[in-house]
């Protein structure tokens, strides 16, 4: 089976959402997000020495998802990784590993959380309610 790595190439422009979060991922670099991206095959190298072949993707266009869309994202990414791995049911932990993943998103222990609707500046901020 063939590996799989990406690239650094995010798309330019308005197709690159994480551009405008760029302040936000300063903040906390380890906080966990969810984007949705688009992405097609970028270039196929095979080592004959090894046997490998190394895919190489490439982001078209990368959207950060809105607070409120992380429950049916979770649920999205559960049944393409039961299909992917041909389980009607994941493992209990992988299932688990889904899970604390998607409530660290939803409630981060950073007490600027970027999802929060009105952080007391003013400031809307991204997947919150209105100023």
Do not use: H, W
């Amino acid at each position: 089976m063939p590996d799989v790595k990406g690239t650094a190439l995010l798309p330019k422009g308005e197709a690159n959402a994480f551009v405008a979060f760029a302040d936000e991922l300063l903040k906390d670099p380890r906080r966990k997000r969810a984007a949705l991206i688009i992405f097609d095959c970028k270039r196929g190298t095979e080592d004959y020495d090894q046997g490998d072949t190394v895919i190489t993707i490439r982001v078209r266009r990368a959207e950060m998802l809105l607070a409120s869309d992380l429950p049916a994202a979770e649920k999205l990414i559960r049944r393409a990784a039961e299909a992917r791995n041909d389980q009607p049911v994941l493992p209990l932990d992988v299932e688990d590993e889904i899970q604390q993943v998607f409530k660290e998103m939803t409630a981060p222990d950073s007490p600027d959380d970027p999802d929060d609707p009105d952080p007391g500046d003013g400031k809307r901020k991204r997947g919150g309610g209105k100023p």
